[in-house]
């Protein structure tokens, strides 16, 4: 078996499960220590805003150079290399003791975004060679999330357990460090390359477009939400739009640059196939719900009930319900993964945006209880647990030979987009109704139903998109002759 080319998928599959535990780790990892690192820092706790904001616009800027560069020169060569930089800003976050210097590690600590998109590709260009990539690559998907999510409940649960038992915020912080350094080794060592697409010319134009385009749109949306934080005035709002707009018109010179370039960073032609472009359309809309809701939805449940809504559960209790929502993820990838050699792939992404849809949708009516707020999140999670493994696959499936890396990369960028835009929008339309009740700070209803309203339609548009998606698309090739 292990001498099989099936084999070898099945070993390689497995050590990509731990680079996505990993992963999990990462994201699971410091938020139970934001305060303390607040602390640590000397600075606000809204200043951890920025900490967001950097990483976001890191990755939205070498997700789809990363996935361009595994293609031309090799998949395995780009995962290691954003390993070896996840790794070395994961120990300058140990070692960083100033605002700036954590900031700028936290932002570089990005890099691991282009783990998955770039796992997807060596796992779909194997199961290529077996005329059966496209089922492959959709189970083992699947089973990469369960492992991503496993190792965000890991981290979430261990973070705090190490801290009280060392006192040593420094010391804490190595584990993940460690971690992602012996992942560094184990994809060194244990990842088989795969075949480069042969293109060596970078179009190094379109990178400074496409960087130029993404950090000046994703710049206004990360400004726009400070704004309305801080309820600054008109001229910052003025900025903001000005940002915004020129960003926009970088990026439709970036369109038009790439349509006439014979090596694209983004082939736009491929991206504006019917099989392709409602799968980077969905992974923006689910981007809105799966990044941006979730400060929204652990603020809510920290509302102090008296106001007439909100859940007034403590940290304690509100990271049991973020726990049962990355529970719904695992059984949403799960559940994908086993039902994707029954059911059509093309009707299962459609019930997973309809899901998101529906979860959201039921908090309009249903969100003074606890066990509504868990059941509609659950719903919910299930869909985007479904999807967050089926875009880059489905998008991987819909690319020609060559471009699995870039087109599964840019799945993640979209998302990415998609949820800073979110949580720019989110944090806005939460401002505005902050201290409107007897004097408090909490935020109004009308402020969450618009959330979660805003999430229920990126939904269900999704899965209206997915409809105009060819039946036979994500299906595995015949094979040749």
Known sequence: MRSSAAGITAGLIGWFILVEIVSGILQGFYVPLFSDIVIQLGIRDADVNWFEAGQLLLSALVV???????????????????????????????????????????????????????EIALIFERGRQQNRGVSMTRRAAGLLVVGLEAGAIMGALAAGRIYAATGDLGLTLMVPAVAVSLIAVVIWVFVPESTPSGERRLDTW?????????????????????????????????????????????????????RGHASPVIDVRVLARPDMWPVQATAFLIGISLLGAQGPLSTYAGTDSSLGY??????????????????????????????SRRVSPRLALI???????????????????VWQVLLNLSIAGIGCGALVGALPAA????????????????????????????SAVFGVVLAAGAGSVVGQTASSLGGYLTVWAICAAGGFLAAVLLVFVPKVAFADAPPAG
């Not at 994961?90 to 932002?107: Q, R």
């Not at 950090?215 to 206004?220: D, I, K, R, S, Y």
């Not at 859940?311 to 049991?320: C, I, K, M, Q, V």
């Open 395 to 422: 998008a991987a499936a819909a690319a020609p030979l060559g471009k699995t890396g870039e087109a599964s990369g840019l799945t993640n960028t979209t998302k990415t987009i998609g949820g800073a835009f979110s």
């Open 206 to 258: 379109g990178v400074v477009l496409l960087a130029w385009g993404l950090l000046l749109v994703t710049g206004a949306l990360a400004w726009m939400r400070l704004i309305g934080e801080l309820a600054l005035g008109p001229v910052a709002w003025a900025g903001v739009v000005g940002l915004f707009v020129v960003g926009v018109g970088v990026l439709v010179w970036f369109v038009r640059h790439e």
């Open 351 to 369: 019930a997973a945006a309809a899901l998101v849809g529906i979860g959201y949708a039921l908090f309009l009516p249903f969100h003074l209880e």
């Open 310 to 339: 909100g859940l007034g559960l403590d940290a304690t209790e509100r990271s049991y319900v973020i726990g049962l929502y990355l529970v719904s993820l695992i059984v949403g990838a799960v559940l994908f993964a086993v039902t």
């Open 64 to 118: 789809p150079i990363l996935a361009k560069l595994g293609d031309m020169f090799g998949h395995k060569r780009i995962l290691l290399v954003a390993a070896i930089l996840t790794a070395l800003a994961s120990w300058g976050l140990v070692f960083a003791d100033s605002f700036w210097t954590f900031l700028l590690f936290w932002s570089l600590q990005g890099f691991y975004v282009v783990w998955l998109p770039l």
